[in-house]
T-cell receptor, first 111, second 122 residues
Framework: QSALTQPASVSGSPGQSITISCTGTSSDIGDYNYVSWYQQHPGKAPRLMIYDVSNRPSGVSNRFSGSKSGNTASLTISGLQAEDEADYYCNSYTSTTTLVIFGGGTKLTVL | QLQLQESGPGLVKPSETLSLTCTVSGGSISSGRYYWAWIRQPPGKGLEWIGNLYYSGSNHYNPSLKSRVTISVDTSKNQFSLKLNSVTAADTAVYYC?????FGGGACFEAWGQGTLVTVSS
């Protein structure tokens, strides 16, 4: 099972909005609303930011939002802040024998 | 909320078995509310799911690692463990234990340990 496809990098200026895409197949993102997004700062463990496509865990800023269209999920960060600079990973449930699949990660740079 | 902490050797020789333990606090590992997982990240690379352990005692492993992996639980110590045998340099990674519960169909990880680097080298 190949990884979900994410852009290697995105960038934006403070205050702007950016969107990170995550493309899968009908075996994962396309057929199931089980997409999650994680933020990872250097040397730190990943932190859950979005679950089940568009839900935010308690404590996560409402500047983070998620959506899905067809086989592609998206994470949007509005009002970019310097602290948002990190790596972001999507993951999904998959109906294949793998069960869990991750994207390759996207490095967000705040200019 | 749940807190997880990995422990184990930081250096393993090629062909030997990597063994790690995750100690859980803030909740019972026997609770049917959670599932427990191991996830790894090679240096400078992305995340790779290793497997899940469910409160029923059943497991689900990544097919690419299934022949070498065992995830088990010790309820008396509120711990779960990872064993990966016949390791090679390609198994060098930061290993995270994690847990999930109500979301994601078994694929969403709400709590994570801090991670532990395991290097495979002679």
């Amino acid at each position: 099972q190949s990884a979900l496809t994410q852009p290697a990098s995105v960038s934006g200026s403070p205050g702007q909005s950016i969107t990170i895409s995550c493309t899968g197949t009908s075996s994962d993102i396309g057929d199931y609303n089980y997409v999650s997004w994680y933020q990872q700062h250097p040397g730190k463990a990943p932190r859950l930011m979005i679950y089940d496509v568009s839900n935010r865990p308690s404590g996560v800023s409402n500047r983070f939002s998620g959506s899905k269209s067809g086989n592609t999920a998206s994470l949007t960060i509005s009002g970019l802040q310097a602290e948002d600079e990190a790596d972001y990973y999507c993951n999904s449930y998959t109906s294949t024998t793998t069960l869990v699949i991750f994207g390759g990660g996207t490095k967000l740079t705040v200019l | 909320q749940l807190q997880l902490q990995e422990s184990g050797p930081g250096l393993v020789k090629p062909s030997e078995t990597l063994s790690l333990t995750c100690t859980v606090s803030g909740g019972s590992i026997s609770s049917g509310r959670y599932y427990w997982a191991w996830i790894r990240q090679p240096p400078g690379k992305g995340l790779e799911w290793i497997g899940n352990l469910y409160y029923s005692g059943s497991n689900h492993y990544n097919p690419s690692l299934k022949s070498r992996v065992t995830i088990s639980v010790d309820t008396s110590k509120n711990q779960f463990s990872l064993k990966l045998n016949s390791v090679t340099a390609a198994d060098t990674a930061v290993y995270y234990c994690a847990s999930g519960g109500s979301f994601g169909g078994g694929a969403c990880f709400e709590a994570w340990g801090q991670g532990t680097l395991v290097t495979v080298s002679s």
